[in-house]
C-alpha cells in the first residue's frame, strides 16, 4: 500500500496495488501538463486507488478523449483517463508519498521528445505509444 497527495494536502489517496512500471510520456501534450520535459505515471486499475480525503476537490480537463484530473485548489495533477478505457488510470507518480522500487522503466513518444531534453538512463525506449503487441 502506498498513499500520495495534492501539493496542498487537500487530496489524499491510497494506492492499494505495486508500481510494477513507470512509463515516461514525452508528448508535446503531457510536456504543456507538467510543464517539464515529461510526465512520470504509472497504469493503475480504478478499484485500486481510494480517496482518503478531498475527491470531491478534483477537477477534469477533457481533450481528445483524454481526461487530466488535477486538484481544484492547488493544480497537482493526479491521474488522467481515456473515454476508450473504463477501467485503468494513469496515475502521477510525483505526488506518492513512499519509495517506489518499480521492475521496468520505458519511455514513451520519444519521436515527440523536447529537443533540449537529453535520455541517458538506457531504459527502453519507443518512438510513439508502447505496441499493443507487448
Known sequence: MMTGNCLCGEIVYQLNSDIKAI???????????????????????????TFIKG???????????VNRH????????????????????????GLINEPINAEKRIHIYMGSKANWDTICDGDTEYEENIPSKL
Open 70 to 93: 488535477f486538484c481544484g485548489n492547488c493544480g497537482s495533477h493526479l491521474f488522467s483517463s481515456r473515454d476508450n478505457d473504463n477501467s485503468t488510470y494513469r496515475l502521477r507518480i
Open 23 to 49: 512509463v515516461f510520456c514525452h508528448c508535446s501534450r503531457c510536456r504543456k501538463q507538467t510543464g517539464s520535459a515529461f510526465n512520470s505515471a504509472t497504469l493503475i486499475n480504478k478499484e485500486d486507488l
Open 55 to 65: 475527491e470531491e476537490n478534483i477537477k477534469v480537463f477533457s481533450n481528445l478523449g
